[in-house]
């Protein structure tokens, strides 16, 4: 398993990674996402940015992650236990689902907070959707 920034080489095998994801939610009821987003646009700026990192296994992409400082205008209304302003948000984590309920995500998540630490940063924050 390896978890590493991705590059422009890796945007056919990440979208196939939300195509995966995306039906998998469909089958399960989940309506966060659909055939306009994430796109591949979305992605390839992301990566540009340097803060979309990929998940490896046996030389397959199967899980994608994008961290960042960047947050919904909503967030700016939440009263934040950490309110210094030193976070790191997480979007756009997907699974391809084949490899749900095998800790791909949780792994992922454990990554988020290394880097968090790492960046000598107080907290994190997941962008989620109300019905997810």
């Known amino acids: 398993m390896i978890i590493r920034k991705a590059n422009k080489n ?6 196939k990674v939300y195509l995966s994801c995306i039906n998998g939610m469909i089958k399960h009821g989940i309506t966060q996402w ?7 646009k979305i992605i ?9 990192y990929v ?4 030389d397959v ?5 994008n961290i960042d400082k960047k947050q919904d205008p909503a967030y700016l209304k939440i009263k934040w236990e950490d309110n210094t302003n030193q976070f790191l948000v997480i979007h756009r984590l997907a699974v391809k689902y084949n490899s749900w309920g095998k ?3 949780k792994s992922l ?3 988020a907070e290394e880097l ?3 960046k000598q940063l107080k907290s994190i924050r997941l962008d989620t959707y109300y019905d997810n």
Do not use: C, R
């Open 10 to 15: 890796d945007l056919t095998s990440i979208m």
């Open 34 to 40: 659909d055939n306009k987003y994430p796109n591949t």
């Open 44 to 52: 390839e700026q992301d990566i540009i940015a340097k803060t979309y």
């Open 55 to 58: 998940f490896i296994e046996e």
């Open 61 to 65: 992409i199967i899980a994608g992650i």
């Open 103 to 105: 800790n791909t995500g």
């Open 109 to 111: 998540m454990k990554f």
């Open 116 to 118: 968090v630490v790492k």
